[in-house]
């Protein structure tokens, strides 16, 4: 019997290797695959202004890597004792406003440097609804009317738990996202036109805009990125939405919340996105590197035993000898523990 409905994932053209570099974008799901790809010794780097949700704040925090943006604390505002970016998540917030600049612009400075050397973009969308700062935030003390003043619409990332009175929220037009994700990417191939994207939608269910206006939402976010993928050969898609949402469906591939996809369900995402889009000798050395961390990953209940110093002896040759054949790798941390014998 069949209990699961089919899904045929077309391979990309060009799939990602070992020796490229890639860029992750977007929400939370965004760090599902990026931890999983940096665990397995992939060149990435993850969310360079923090966990993002919407185009808009994908589009501007991309435009403002390739531009090497540097803030400056008119960028900033201050709420409860702690200075605060609109345009960055909360790790990026401090008590001192030149130690939050610093953080900021140092990222800004390693997105710039590594996206002009990047192969590939994984950007991935979680919803249509933007925020954009009210009349309300701009008569704040705490919070001055700064992206207003520069003629930017006042749309913020992050809210930083601010009152939701500081806040207009709306749903993005179809063609306002195609509109804005369009110009961001000829704007990524312009700056590096060896780049990739592929894009995905986030399966995690935004509930506190409610089930129906989520729905509507992550239809926005297909219909736009589909628009997108059809016209040209460096877009593409993966459908992590659809492998959750039509191919799992069940509440057991959820956490407690009923929102986030498990490990399970994670696991299973993963699986399906290296078998397309990423190339089947990158796929075999993905083995080898897995049992090498898994094996890094051991805390030895009896550390001075001749057993554990045989486990770490046997596990540095082969560390070692994974090295030798593959120098792009990075397994510093590997060696290190292993060479404890």
């Known amino acids: 019997m069949q209990f699961q409905l089919p899904i045929e994932i077309m391979a990309l053209p060009k799939r990602i290797s070992y020796q490229e570099k890639i860029l992750l974008m977007g929400s939370c799901f965004t760090e599902h695959i990026g931890d999983e790809l940096e665990e397995l010794k992939f060149?990435?780097?993850?969310?360079?202004?923090?966990?993002?949700?919407?185009?808009?704040?994908?589009?501007r925090s991309l435009i403002s890597y390739i531009q090497n943006r540097q803030y400056t604390e008119a960028d900033l505002f201050l709420l409860n004792e702690v200075w605060h970016s609109w345009q960055h998540h909360s790790r990026f917030s401090n008590i001192n406003a030149k130690e939050c600049l610093r953080i900021i612009n140092e990222s800004q400075n390693r997105a710039h440097t590594f996206l002009n050397e990047?192969?590939?973009?994984?950007?991935?969308?979680?919803?249509?609804?933007?925020?954009?700062?009210?009349?309300?935030?701009?008569?704040s003390k705490a919070s001055p009317s700064i992206f207003m003043e520069k003629g930017q619409g006042g749309e913020v990332a992050n809210c930083h738990r601010a009152p939701a009175q500081w806040f207009n929220k709306q749903l993005l037009e179809i063609d306002e996202i195609i509109t804005m994700l369009e110009d961001c990417c000829q704007r990524l191939l312009k700056f590096n036109p060896k780049l990739n994207i592929i894009f995905t939608i986030s399966p995690v269910r935004h509930i506190r805009d409610g089930i129906i206006e989520n729905n509507r939402s992550k239809a926005r976010l297909i219909e736009a990125v589909h628009n997108l993928v059809n016209k040209s050969d460096h877009l593409h898609y993966f459908p992590a939405y659809e492998l959750l949402i039509d191919v799992l469906r069940d509440y057991r591939f959820y956490d407690i919340d009923l929102v986030h996809p498990n490990y399970m369900a994670t696991e299973f995402v993963l699986d399906k996105f290296a078998e397309a889009c990423i190339d089947p000798e990158a796929q075999q050395l993905m083995q080898e590197i897995k049992k090498i961390v898994i094996a890094g990953n051991h805390k030895a209940f009896q550390p001075e035993t001749n057993a554990h110093r045989q486990f770490l002896l046997l596990h540095f040759e082969k560390t070692k000898a994974l090295q030798t054949k593959y120098p792009f790798l990075d397994l510093k941390k590997e060696l290190a523990y292993f060479s404890r014998s």
């Open 43 to 59: 060149r990435v780097l993850q969310n360079p202004n923090g966990i993002l949700f919407d185009p808009s704040s994908v589009c």
């Open 118 to 139: 990047a192969d590939w973009i994984i950007i991935t969308l979680g919803t249509s609804f933007s925020y954009c700062l009210s009349d309300l935030a701009g008569s």
